[in-house]
């Protein structure tokens, strides 16, 4: 009543277990082995465990092969990844747990500068705060610039909406759409190549992601909502990722500053000089702890998801991202014409997926 059982593997020199008892290395035999079913388990490092269930029959003799798969090495958080076809940078951000949405210090500084009512009206949406769990991603390290957008065209042939429906908008106490103008020459907007690209739908933005991904050979994307909030946050759970000091908002990013103040009246603004009165090059500034520059800034950026109001009280716990329903997309970190209350991490936008205006850009994913 008992059988024989040879065990082989690849590569050799694992290790094989027979109903979680250790027996030997590979190439194996073992006999006197009892009748019926066994669980085989085969282990070596750097490969992942290979388990098969086996039925030996009295006086037969059953062989297993094992085809053992390696482990792929996790990359480094901070490590960088150059993309071929654009000099696109990404950084590796590991994957972890964190408390999304507006803080209570933020609550606090909010109600102090626009009164209760106000808040209510708009910041609630930030509401509740919540864990959110997002898996390991590369984030580019910078806004997507013009330079990195045309060879996308010139390669594509593509025209951006704002070119095939007449002009981008620009805000000049409402908004207007300003004929004849696109991401080569936005409104008021002075671009050079290594400015952040604007006057870019979120149609345009996931295009582009399609034909980089193709170009690539990697999965690139938007960032969702929740992904971009981490990745903006950087493990702080300040007002800023800088901290809650405004005065060294200058040294981080571009947003409404006394510059700003001389060319347009603003009643709220960082008392500090950035030295750009609308979009920067990307990089100017201090990147924050994860290495990625203008997550908070210089243009706002288009993300993954349909926009919900009440979005954080449905969200799941791992990975969420808002892919059903709504008519609008979400935009995040503010940008070149936004105060101080604007510019954090939690501030959440939205806008139609065929809008562009001066100061909505995007940054792009790659997952694993």
């Not at 194996?28 to 066994?38: E, I, K, L, Y």
């Not at 207007?176 to 290594?194: A, D, M």
């Not at 919900?308 to 997309?329: F, L, M, Q």
Request: hydrophobic share 30%; glycine share 10%.
């Amino acid at each position: 009543t008992t059988g024989s059982l040879q065990v082989t593997s690849d590569p050799s020199g694992a290790r094989w277990y027979l109903d979680g008892a250790y027996v030997g290395a590979t190439p194996g035999d073992m006999s006197n082995v009892a009748a019926g079913s066994h669980k085989v388990t085969v282990k070596i490092d750097r490969y992942r465990d290979w388990e098969k269930t086996v039925t030996v029959n009295a006086g037969g003799r059953e062989t297993v092969a094992a085809e053992l798969t390696p482990v792929r090495k996790e990359a480094a958080s901070g490590e960088t990844w150059t993309e071929p076809a654009t000099g696109m940078e990404f950084v590796r951000v590991s994957g972890d747990c964190y408390r999304m949405g507006q803080t209570d210090a933020e609550k606090r500084y909010l109600i102090k500068e626009v009164g209760e009512e106000k808040y209510k009206e708009w910041y609630s949406h930030e509401l509740p705060r919540h864990e959110v769990c997002v898996d390991g991603f590369w984030m580019a390290k910078h806004e997507v610039t013009v330079d990195q957008f045309g060879k996308f065209v010139d390669a594509a042939g593509y025209k951006t909406e704002a070119e095939r429906d007449g002009g981008c908008y620009a805000y000049e106490g409402e908004w207007k759409k300003k004929e004849g103008t696109s991401w080569r020459n936005p409104p008021t907007v002075q671009q050079q190549t290594n400015h952040a690209v604007v006057c870019v739908s979120w149609n345009d933005a996931k295009a582009f992601a399609k034909w980089l991904s193709r170009e690539s050979g990697k999965d690139i994307r938007l960032p969702g909502e929740a992904e971009w909030e981490y990745a903006a946050r950087a493990g702080t759970s300040t007002i800023w990722f800088w901290g809650d000091d405004p005065d060294r908002a200058c040294r981080y990013v571009n947003a409404v500053d006394t510059a700003f103040k001389k060319t347009w009246d603003s009643s709220y603004y960082f008392d500090c000089d950035d030295r750009y009165v609308t979009t920067a090059p990307v990089g100017t500034y201090k990147s924050n702890p994860f290495g990625l520059y203008d997550m908070l800034g210089n243009v706002w950026e288009w993300c993954e998801d349909w926009y919900s109001s009440d979005a954080y009280s449905k969200y799941t716990r791992d990975n969420p991202i808002v892919d059903t329903g709504g008519s609008d997309r979400v935009i995040r970190g503010a940008g070149w014409s936004d105060d101080p209350r604007h510019v954090r991490c939690a501030v959440r936008s939205y806008s139609t997926p065929g809008f562009g205006s001066n100061y909505l850009g995007f940054r792009l994913l790659r997952t694993d």
